[in-house]
């Protein structure tokens, strides 16, 4: 008896070990799990998207006005209009044109609450009466502030009270991948947006426009989108909606819009001076493939000087035709894209220090830079 009492006594212990041991593990497995299940939700939270960008759309939306544009336009005369006129004349007439008034619309971007809206300046071009429409239902004629057909950017003014407002986004901190919203009125549809991401940035020789770095998006872009907002998923603005890459007309998955920095610098300078300052050297010039210097042992990169402007700013300091520009101001040059930059970020009267090689030779001038002028409208 004694015996079989010790034996149920060490099992019974035995057995409160085991249930014991199986307890420590399960909490042990418990708070393994709950730590990997924390790591990998914080890490899908990483890689998802908000499921609704409707709040992004929400910020910004309000800010973005279709434009009615009427603009005058020179027209052939009808076919049977001509040959009216060829009876009553008794002969064969030159080509006629006449004038008639062309409505057409866009888009654009409330960017300041006093009044000031950005758009594109193909969009208004030889405008004669711009109309607001925006987005709570109001009205009102726009005032053509100024315009930069070298960026094509041009800024209007309307006189309404309480206007929405939209937060411009710090440009470094737009990533390859990010996605992006584009708002606009395309085809007098209504208000409409189209999601996509930023492909590319930096993008040039893509337009007829003097200054480019373009960012590219496959967010459908549309005709009558042009001049309006390209967000980021927080509803801030990164660009304005310029043009798309196509052969057939139609939209192909290659969008560009002009930075927000670029733009807000162009609107104040606009509506401070009524026109854009820029530095200029009076120069042309076209880039020198690395692969051509290089099998003449030159193995550079720089611009070539194909043309210089009598009396302009480079003509005095010395340039000539033929120099290889291969510095401004101790910054290296790449390609004619550098120059432009460079030289636009400039003030007339600045003195740039210019190096190159004339002849195989190095050379280094002083240029005062002179003002840009105008492009015509």
Known sequence: MKRNGTIQYLLLWTLIGIVAGLAVLLLQGKLVFTSLDADRTGTDSDLQQPKSFSNAVRRAAPAVV???????????????????????????????????MHRSSG?????????????NHHVIAKAKKIGVNLNDGRSAEARLVGTDP?????????????????????????????????????????QTVTQGIISATGRNQVSQN??????????????????????????????????????????????FAIPIDLVHDVMTQITENGYVIRGWLG?????????????????????????????????????????????INRREIKDTADVLE????????????????????????????????????
């Open 150 to 190: 070298d960026t094509d950017l041009a800024v209007l003014k309307i006189e309404l009270d309480n206007l929405p407002e939209i937060t411009m986004a710090s440009m470094k901190k737009l990533n390859i991948g990010d996605v992006v919203l584009a708002i606009g009125y395309p085809f007098r549809i209504g």
């Open 210 to 255: 003097t200054y480019e770095n373009f960012i590219q998006t496959d967010a459908a872009i549309n005709p009558g989108n042009s001049g309006g907002a390209l967000v980021n998923a927080a509803g801030e603005i990164v660009g304005i909606n310029s043009l798309i890459y196509t052969e057939t007309g139609n939209f192909a998955g290659i969008g």
């Open 66 to 100: 279709t434009l009615n544009v009427q603009s005058l336009v020179e027209v052939p005369i009808e076919k049977d209009a001509r040959h009216q006129l060829e009876q009553l004349f008794g002969e064969q007439l030159p080509n006629l044109t006449e004038t008639k």
């Open 342 to 377: 460079l030289i636009a970020a400039g003030r007339p009267g600045d003195i740039f220090r210019v190096e190159g090689l004339r002849e195989r030779q190095s050379f280094s001038v002083d240029a005062v830079l002179g003002q840009r002028p105008m492009r015509s409208q």
């Open 283 to 327: 120069v042309e010039g076209q880039n020198v493939p690395f692969q051509i210097l290089e099998s003449i042992n030159l193995p550079i990169q720089g611009v070539l000087i194909t043309g210089i402007d009598k009396d302009g700013p480079g003509d005095r300091a010395g340039l000539k035709v033929g120099d290889i520009i291969t510095h």
């Open 107 to 119: 888009s654009g971007v409330i960017l300041d609450t006093r009044g000031y809206i950005v758009t």
